[in-house]
């Protein structure tokens, strides 16, 4: 097995937290982080994915608006324009939903045959990722002339704003190049993954380390304070060389600790497991997964998707994640912090993994089964 120390940009390597250098700058940290985990691992039992129904339900689980349902009043007051109270969907049950699964086989991605009408580049896709390549470049300039995108739009350093603008620019502008000619397709718009914090890596040797510096050798120390960041970026960088997505989408901010997670996972996937710098979109605004999944929707919209595939590890993250959990019982599931936090839902998914349990089938459009130019178009998270 090739060791994860020294690799260069884009040469594919395997996901080991292992380095050539030795040193006890992670130990006492590591070791909290293990702490955490195994807390992860004792909730395991306390979340269910629900069985599909014989036939696609006509209400909101099978991707149809309530009747009377109101778009004006929704992005704020959602339960009071009479939304759904779950991101609950079976989108496997209608065409709309292009669900398609991912089969994992020793531990390898492959996705099903697309359904016909379903994939990526969506018609208007060209057209969108000219607009959002020229805002994301303004930004990156610092001159941005109309509101910030929620992937940037937090308490941010003008530094890493900027720097997560110019990556985000070059990787609009080089997929737009990428889908001239119509002859490449994708089951998804994206593969997306979290990032995850925890106060000891404000000792990493990557704080400072920016997205398109050149590529530390990281010792174990410092690869072991990445933890399980080191399988969702493997796992985000292996959907994308199985061509489950084009892009892939890092989200997390500087939330438990000075280092911003979506810069760590940025370093892992391009340094350590071959994934291009033009291949990345950046979030560095997220700070929990009801934030990480609304900014990842955004981003789907921004490149002009309706459908990403979002990976985790197998710990408590995959099944936070699933249609229902013990969360929900505390008034802390995904949907209620939404609805709490920004007044509506985020979005609908599902699991769509095969072989393993931490890929889900995902989309910022809430009523996914609606006709496009309508609510099958529509969402509040851009």
């Known amino acids: 097995m090739t060791s994860a120390a020294g690799a260069t940009r884009g040469?594919?390597?395997?996901?080991?937290?292992?380095?050539?250098?030795?040193?006890?700058?992670?130990g006492r940290g590591a070791r909290g982080v293990g702490l955490g985990l195994a807390?992860?691992?004792?909730l395991a039992g306390c979340f269910t994915r629900s069985k599909a129904p014989e036939v696609a339900p006509e209400d909101a689980r099978g991707g149809k608006a309530p009747s009377g349902f109101d778009r004006a009043r929704a992005c704020g007051a959602w339960s009071d324009a009479g939304g759904p109270g779950s991101h609950l969907s079976f989108p496997e049950l209608r065409p709309e939903g292009c669900y398609v699964a991912v089969r994992y086989d020793g531990g390898r991605p492959a996705p099903d045959p697309t359904p016909e009408g379903c994939g990526y580049p969506t018609p208007g896709a060209a057209a969108q990722l000219t607009r959002e390549a020229a805002r994301y470049e303004a930004i990156a300039d610092g001159h941005a002339d109309e509101a910030l995108p929620l992937d940037l739009a937090c308490a941010l350093t003008e530094e890493v704003r900027r720097s997560a603008a110019r990556v985000n620019a070059r990787?609009?502008?080089?997929?737009?190049?990428?889908?001239?000619?119509?002859?490449?397709?994708?089951?998804?718009?994206?593969?997306?993954?979290?990032?995850?914090?925890?106060?000891v890596q404000g000792a990493s040797a990557l704080v400072p380390w920016r997205p398109g510096d050149a590529c530390p050798d990281l010792g174990k120390a410092d690869m072991d304070l990445a933890s399980i960041n080191i399988v969702r970026a493997h796992r985000a960088a292996e959907a994308l060389h199985a061509r489950v997505a084009p892009v892939v989408t890092l989200s997390g901010g500087a939330v438990h600790s000075t280092l911003v997670e979506a810069f760590l996972l940025d370093y892992l996937v391009t340094c350590r497991f071959g994934v291009r710098p033009d291949r990345v979109l950046l979030d560095p605004c997220a700070d929990h997964t009801h934030t990480n999944v609304r900014n990842t929707g955004g981003l789907v919209i921004a490149i002009g998707g309706r459908t990403a595939y979002v990976v985790t590890d197998d710990e408590l993250q995959s099944r936070y994640l699933q249609d229902r959990t013990i969360f929900s019982a505390i008034g802390g599931s995904i949907d209620q912090r939404s609805l709490r936090d920004f007044g509506y839902l985020v979005g609908a998914w599902r699991q769509a993994s095969v072989g393993m349990e931490a890929g889900f089938w995902f989309t910022p459009y809430r009523f996914w089964a609606e006709p496009e130019p309508g609510l099958g178009g529509w969402s509040c998270v851009r």
Do not use: C
Not at 39 to 42: F, H, S, V, Y
Not at 175 to 195: Q, V
């Open 39 to 42: 807390l992860m691992g004792a």
């Open 171 to 199: 990787t609009l502008r080089a997929l737009r190049g990428r889908i001239t000619d119509g002859s490449k397709r994708w089951p998804y718009a994206a593969a997306a993954t979290f990032g995850f914090g925890h106060r």
């Open 11 to 26: 040469e594919r390597v395997a996901p080991s937290a292992q380095g050539r250098k030795g040193g006890n700058r992670g």
